[in-house]
């Protein structure tokens, strides 16, 4: 199975650490999204790539968050300077699209990394 | 804003039929439907686009109405691994051509035998 993985699945960090995530996307889709889970809510929108290229952030990605895609495959989501606040599920997703605006993009998650920050 | 589901939550014997509804606010280009289990990543059910388009997978389908900005999944005949969090997923028509979901608060579904 070649689905979308992340890792690590679980993070405990102290406040105030950087943490690091890795998301690698089925192969050969060229979007990746990553989204930030709260118990007892939907996924909400972080920012996301086309190819290499971050095209679009949230508001809720504050200047402590940098996400990057090199080469266009894998993603690494940072987080500088934690806080109680960022603890939570990261998703990833990857889709494949062939053209600007696919009205058949599906977007499909990995498990998803759960942070706590003490 | 966040697209509004109800119920928030329903249980259900085996055997029953179930309708979870998404609403939002905003005009829709499509609704995507996933279904969460617990500690586990979303998974995609189906995708419905402007036009009123229903679709079926299995004993699950949806339709939305574009008109009212509203999306319905129907589960009939539920089974026990119908558990879990439904969400909708909304995508509104923006500049980046993206589909950049909301998602709703989620619907927990529970089937007991």
């Known amino acids: 199975d070649t689905g979308v993985s992340q890792n690590p699945r679980h993070k405990i960090t102290k406040r105030g650490q950087n943490v690091t995530f890795r998301c690698d996307p089925i192969?050969?889709?060229?979007?990746l999204y990553w989204y930030r889970q709260t118990l007892g809510q939907g996924p909400e929108f972080l920012t996301y790539?086309?190819?290499?290229?971050?095209?679009?952030k949230s508001r809720l990605l504050s200047d402590r968050f940098s996400a990057e895609r090199p080469k266009g495959s894998f993603s690494t989501l940072e987080i500088q300077r934690t806080e109680q606040g960022d603890s939570a599920m990261y998703l990833c997703?990857?889709?494949?699209?062939?053209?600007?605006?696919?009205?058949?993009?599906?977007?499909?998650f990995g498990p998803g990394t759960r942070l706590l920050v003490l | 804003q966040q697209p509004v589901q109800s119920p928030q939550a329903v249980i259900l014997r085996e055997g029953e039929d179930a309708v979870i509804n998404c609403s939002s606010s905003?005009?829709?280009?499509?609704v995507h439907w996933y279904r969460q289990k617990h500690g586990e990543a979303p998974v995609f059910l189906m995708i419905?686009?402007?036009?009123?388009e229903q679709k079926g997978h299995e004993k699950i389908s949806a339709s939305f109405n574009e008109k009212k900005q509203q999306s319905s999944l129907y589960l009939t005949a539920s089974q026990l691994s119908y558990s879990g969090t439904y969400f909708c997923?909304?995508?509104?028509?923006?500049?980046?051509?993206?589909?950049?979901?909301?998602f709703g608060t989620g619907t927990r579904l529970t089937i007991i035998p």
């Open positions: 997703a990857s889709s494949l699209t062939r053209a600007y605006r696919d009205p058949q993009e599906t977007q499909y």
């Open positions: 192969s050969e889709h060229n979007r």
């Open positions: 790539f086309q190819n290499e290229a971050q095209l679009e």
């Open positions: 905003k005009a829709l280009y499509s």
């Open positions: 419905l686009l402007k036009g009123g």
């Open positions: 997923g909304t995508a509104v028509t923006n500049n980046f051509g993206n589909e950049k979901l909301t």
